[in-house]
């Protein structure tokens, strides 16, 4: 179960890829349909999308690295569990106070610590 939580996890996180390359206009779009207005067009704005795709992509790598010797890399996988708890509840608290759409606040940061949670849980399985 670990191996597969892993995988799902580092491929939906591997698909930030297309963000790092995507268009303004497609980003624009994008935001405006979640009903979050006009993207910015600062310099800034773009920066902060594409270096967050980015280390999407980066911790999607990783994640899919450890699924391949979850034994060997049991202590790095428990770090990884409790990193992904903490930055959901930090996910969650960045959406509550930068008014986030509520569909958004019910989603990504507890998406985050429930995946958290399960790579705990099935690594502490793993190891007996």
Not at 81 to 103: K, N, R, S
């Amino acid at each position: 179960m670990l191996t597969t939580l892993l995988r799902v996890i580092g491929t939906a996180s591997g698909l930030a890829i297309f963000a790092v390359v995507l268009p303004y206009d497609w980003m624009n779009r994008i935001h405006l349909s979640l009903g979050m207005g006009t993207l910015p067009p600062d310099p800034i704005a773009g920066y902060l999308a594409r270096t967050l795709s980015a280390l999407y992509v980066f911790y999607g790598g990783l994640v899919w690295t450890l699924s391949f010797d979850t034994t060997r890399h049991r202590s790095i996988i428990q770090y990884v569990g409790l990193a992904t708890i903490a930055f959901g509840v930090i996910l969650l608290g960045v959406d509550w106070t930068e008014g986030m759409p509520f569909y958004w606040k019910l989603l990504e940061g507890p998406v985050a610590i429930v995946y958290g949670v399960l790579i705990l849980l099935f690594n502490r399985e793993e190891t007996g």
